[in-house]
T-cell receptor
Framework: DTGVSQNPRHKITKRGQNVTFRCDPI?????LYWYRQTLGQGPEFLTY????????KSRLLSDRFSAERPKGSFSTLEIQRTEQGDSAMYLC??????????FGEGSRLTVL | DQQVKQNSPSLSVQEGRISILNCDYT??????FLWYKKYPAEGPTFLIS?????DKNEDGRFTVFLNKSAKHLSLHIVPSQPGDSAVYFC????????????FGSGTRLSIRP
């Protein structure tokens, strides 16, 4: 399968713990995006990378959130000191500049 | 501040009839618009897009219409089929290379037999 891959698919953690999600984009795609989706809402933009450069971050991305894309390949999204409000589906997508985003199946975070 | 709005959370249409999903936007810098479809437990999948230089784009049963003066776009599905039952997201970007795509809250479409 050569689609966008996200791991883990589901993470349950206690408040205050750190979590990390990984995204492997489609190999020839230069741009990689992170979105967050809560129930009944559309995906909210968090950040995006062009190759290894992080070009934009949403104000939604507090200091507890950090994303990296070393070597312009896979990306990680880390959330430190998780809060219950962080519970959401974290979606990764990639694109080869066409505007058509290819999404992964998402990583669901539940903070207890 | 919601820049892309889908005011109908749900829509029910009889199989074979036309489904019309609506979307409004507030940011006049948006010039590229997309529709995505999402099934449960899956990520959204791209359906169709339109650039602001056009007012209509067609792909099979799907047509997107753009009214720039009204800052409104719509997705028409005809004829509607059971497999079209899903959540549909309208999205917009300030450029066609997708530097940042903003999504609406979605409309759940149900196709009834």
């Amino acid at each position: 399968d050569t689609g966008v891959s996200q791991n883990p698919r589901h993470k349950i953690t206690k408040r205050g713990q750190n979590v990390t999600f990984r995204c492997d984009p489609i190999s020839e795609h230069n741009r990689l995006y992170w979105y967050r989706q809560t129930l009944g809402q559309g995906p909210e933009f968090l950040t995006y990378f062009q190759n290894e450069a992080q070009l934009e971050k949403s104000r939604l991305l507090s200091d507890r959130f950090s994303a990296e894309r070393p070597k312009g390949s896979f990306s990680t999204l880390e959330i430190q000191r998780t809060e219950q409000g962080d519970s959401a589906m974290y979606l990764c997508a990639s694109t080869p500049y066409t505007g058509e985003l290819f999404f992964g199946e998402g990583s669901r975070l539940t903070v207890l | 501040d919601q820049q892309v709005k889908q005011n109908s959370p749900s829509l029910s249409v009889q199989e074979g009839r036309i489904s019309i999903l609506n979307c409004d936007y507030t940011n006049s810098m948006f010039d590229y618009f997309l529709w995505y479809k999402k099934y449960p437990a899956e990520g959204p999948t791209f359906l169709i897009s339109i650039s602001s230089i056009k007012d209509k784009n067609e792909d099979g049963r799907f047509t997107v219409f753009l009214n720039k003066s009204a800052k409104h776009l719509s997705l028409h599905i005809v004829p509607s089929q059971p497999g079209d039952s899903a959540v549909y997201f309208c999205a917009a970007s300030a450029d066609s290379s997708a530097s940042k795509i903003i999504f609406g809250s979605g409309t759940r479409l149900s196709i009834r037999p």
